[in-house]
């Protein structure tokens, strides 16, 4: 039976999670002296130098934003003419969760929603697409990019031969290959690629890199190894008021993240919470809808259960029809883990009893 | 003559300044627990009970963004129809230096730059672009809004009584009125004026609340008082990539901002320099364009003294005919404008006698 | 076997038609004296008040413009807002024939395609969709409008019940209803329905009069009953290119049109001959994919008959798989009819022998 | 005095004329069998093929469109990018008269409006937008496009020299040269050019090829020399409701609008009766603004004077200050303008003498 007394644990998203020290401290750091405005400034230089490292593309531009979404929706507007479509999944965060701001940013783009496995895009879907469109044909929109989404918006992650093998198609014909990162460090580790692995050799024209969801202060970067798209970045991200003056502050943040494999070590630890509960919910015969590779799940528990999870102070998001799902970020602890799952095996043994929750 | 060891003194901008230690102590006590994204949080709640307070409206709505450049655009969206028109001074930021945002984010509204005084919008100017309008006429952008900026991007400000006037003649003819409050507390300062003398009382329907350039990280925000426009930004922000998912953080530092006249206190410091600064160049016999309010100068040096004061360590901007433009911010202190002043002097003293700068 | 002496019969689509007589002569009866441009003149408003009286909508407004994309996406876009989306059949027109005009002028509105028998739009797809939409949340389009094509592109016609129905629906949730009726006379005729039963009645806000499909040259309208919509529609469709500066030309089509049943009596011209078309082809066998009800029907030949008749003569689409597509027009004659019969059969014959085609 | 006998004689605007006898009778003669739609017609064919002799440019695309706003902003959106500005005439129909139309159409391309003597743009004013130009910052909308109105709405009209010099200016600095060529023929008349010289040789991009004005039935056209725009503007007229599916009525129009120099002896007869009807003012007296040189003069008479000539039953704008616009068109006789002069000059004595007009 829940008491009162439960503390909240946070399982609703990693956006609910806090600032990791690091990023706290870098934004501290970088608030010395003045600098140039725009991006001007030393930070976002070395920040620029430490993304084409990092992703090995010496041609590499990143431009910071403040939100996936943005991230996303101005990347691909660089990418198509306003009469192109993306292809994407029809779970894709672009096709279903940004208000439709790709087609605002590209003058009238559509989105086109594909089904596929695993909530991931499939060649053999591209192809179809490829093959019931009417290129060349003004009447209908044209395929003009496919964009993925690593880790999915349900958990789980391509590999490096995936992604591979979706740019090949893509760019056979002439579509520019697109990824949005929100989660990228958790799919690098979950992956265990290397990012040059996942992005760059793979065939990705340009990628949002998340880094809000793991630890930055709402900061995520659109990273574009496309020249022409880069410089309509520029224009882009100003006039859609997207560059922000005391940019030092966000590409301090960026540096940090990616310096010393921070970022990939914030993951490991929202991963690795995660691959603990899930193999501890699996001991209480929880049905999770898909073995979680990243730092999500989601489980059939009922609406009762639901409830009483809810009521034991487990702070998530319920899907509808009894699924609920579970979000780990780089401050979920041990401990955390060990609470979530003794309070889930005391509800469910109350509800499997039928006894009353309360 | 100058010398290499010369410490640069900033009065570029006042977005080159950095960020205030009581708002980057805001953000640290922000990063304490777990919280609800997309505005879901507490300190959310807590800016717009303050914002309400501080601006004597308590319909108020605030939505925290990103630059001044998303809180002047996207809040005119709001404000008119895509075939309306601003109409704005010539020199007015939205018309001259945002690449066209409120056009892209209106679906195509028109700006129209009016010359006015003292880079001020007068109603002498309204009054005749409205009595040149053919109204209800499709063949013509209908004005739909009249947008200052305060203090201007030249450094005069409005008094309470001038915005009045101009909010008359707006509503006269039901359009909006909107100020640009990059710089807001600045203008308030030099006005001595109240928040709600300069804006409620004086009849703006939305605007843009400057934190950036007077101390924040890269946080403004749009208030607005018009409950309809106020539900239109619920989308116009999220599908232009500007809802911040951690959007406690930016309304922590505009709570800290708000609260205990920071803003008040940050923005006199940037005037009081900026005063100090001009009746030492006056004292110099340097030629003002105008008498500096808030915290911004334009001065005639001419070419060559202008090309000695950037040896001599000045950050500052040229706007070419050797004028140039200094501006103080919040952190700009007594010793610096000593510290300029002096070098200042010996700058003139060498191009006045002709003697060679180096 | 084909000669090559066989006169093509055209079948293609009802647009590749001529102008019917009595239009043309309209035309050449408004060329006497001059008029004032932009719809000033005598016959738009005598248009406005026929549109009125046929549909029994005192406050009907009716705007001629060049094309049914024009017809839709103008209307549509004077519906909802930027964030809004129309629902709709995945088959339908708009969705994916009209190359994105919809979001282009909505400022990034989105189509979604909903399933449904029939290639009609059902209540249970629009409930379905209301019942996974999260309302009033800024990261999902916002349902705003129902829209459908009547008859639909493959030839199927609702009933005014079932345009009811769907209306009622929508208006619950306070979307507007609106039909595409690039065929309305061919689906009026065919429901044997009068045009305020399939119309007004039944709950349409705004709809596409189509007219260039059965006689006309070029000119179709949009019929909107909602005065906030249509006031919108002034400055819309003036600032998208379609005011005709010589719009009484385009009145003179659309009242002699409308006038003495004109258009009901080219409809039922075209879908006589449909009906008599397919008759024949069920005598001979010819596999239909639906009973046609308008003026176009679908057929299953086989890829060697579709080579074979389209060698014949037979001006048609193919639809891939041995599907053909056969539009009547107006201007479709009997002895048309008995003519492609005969051919039809003599390539069956051929192409059923197995024997050569040729 | 005038007497309600007078018969009404139009002067308001070319476009109140009706359709030339030899355009109506191209419609009727192209009204035989049917043909593809949407340009596969023959017709459409043949039309390009004379674009391509009339303006001595084998590779020019032809685009018919339904207007001249239509024409002016599609071709403008092709040739610059959402963040371009058009440098035009403060008083250039693009900047004043299409309600934002090429914002629209462009995603928020930014008009600039320059003084110029005569109504004309000179190169003087283009180079010193270039001068004030930001080049390469994202702050500021970068000029992209020329464009001039020949004639200019105000009746004047550039020499082939001063085109050219326009375009060498443009040019110099990667921007591209539009005409609005709503009158183009009148132009040609007056500047004794031939279509080559004016348009191709001056270095002219793109222009709308005005008919409507001049005895079309609401057909224009984009003339685009540019391969990449022409590809755009495929795309883009189609999503934007600007391709007629019977187009080969538009191009039945225009064919026989180019042939046997048809257009140029329309404007001959218009501009023929503005030279008599000017000389004749000029006989009385009557103050002209400019001498004409193609079909439209303005003169100040007064505003008692404007009212008398009004009920005298003459047709024509007033525009304020008792300034007056005459515009005559192919439909404009010898006889008209006998019986406008005889009006006028009846008016006059009335007002000159200070009898009451009544």
């Avoid at 900061?219 to 309509?232: G, L, R, S, W, Y």
């Avoid at 922000?244 to 010393?260: F, G, N």
């Avoid at 049905?287 to 259960?305: C, D, H, K, Q, Y």
Wanted: charged content about 15%; some cysteine; glycine content about 8%.
């Amino acid at each position: 039976m829940s008491t009162t007394s439960d503390t909240p644990i946070e399982l609703r998203s990693d956006n609910a999670a806090g600032v990791a020290p690091e990023i706290l401290a870098a934004i501290a750091t970088a608030n010395e002296g003045s600098a140039l405005a725009y991006g001007g400034d030393a930070l976002t230089a070395q920040l620029r130098e430490l993304v084409r490292d990092v992703f090995m593309q010496p041609d590499a531009n990143v431009f910071p934003v403040v939100s996936g979404t943005a991230a996303n929706s101005l990347a691909l507007s660089a990418l198509l003419p306003p009469w192109g479509s993306v292809l994407c999944h029809e779970t894709a965060h672009i096709f279903t969760n940004e208000g439709g701001a790709t087609s605002l940013f590209s003058g009238g783009a559509v989105m086109r929603g594909l089904p596929g496995t695993d909530y991931k895009l499939q060649p053999a879907s591209v192809q179809h697409a490829f093959d019931t469109t009417l290129w060349d044909d003004a009447h209908h929109s044209q395929p003009s990019v496919v964009s993925i989404t690593c880790p999915t918006d349900f958990g789980t992650v391509y590999t490096p031969a995936e992604v591979r093998a979706l740019a090949i198609l893509a760019h056979s014909r002439d579509l520019r290959m697109h990824l949005d990162g929100a989660r990228l460090a958790n799919a690098l580790v979950a992956a265990n690629a290397a990012p040059e692995e996942l992005i760059t050799d793979a065939g990705v024209d340009a990628f949002s890199l998340g880094a809000t969801k793991n630890g930055a202060l709402s900061t995520d970067a659109i990273v574009c190894f496309d020249a022409a798209a880069a410089e309509q970045l520029t224009y882009r991200l100003k006039r859609s008021g997207h560059v922000a003056s005391k940019m030092r502050y966000q590409s301090a943040q960026l540096v940090a993240y990616l310096t010393d494999d921070l970022w990939l070590r914030l993951a490991t630890q929202a991963n690795q919470a995660m691959g603990a509960l899930s193999l501890g919910l699996d001991d209480l015969e929880v049905e999770l809808l898909s073995p979680p590779t990243a730092n999500m799940l989601f489980a059939r528990v009922g609406e009762p259960a639901s409830a009483a999870l809810a009521e034991a102070g487990l702070l998530f998001y319920g899907m509808g029809n009894g699924v609920i799902r579970f979000v780990t970020s780089f401050q979920t602890t041990h401990d955390d883990v060990v609470e979530v799952l003794r309070r889930v095996e005391r509800v469910l043994r109350n509800t499997r009893s039928g006894q009353a929750v309360r």
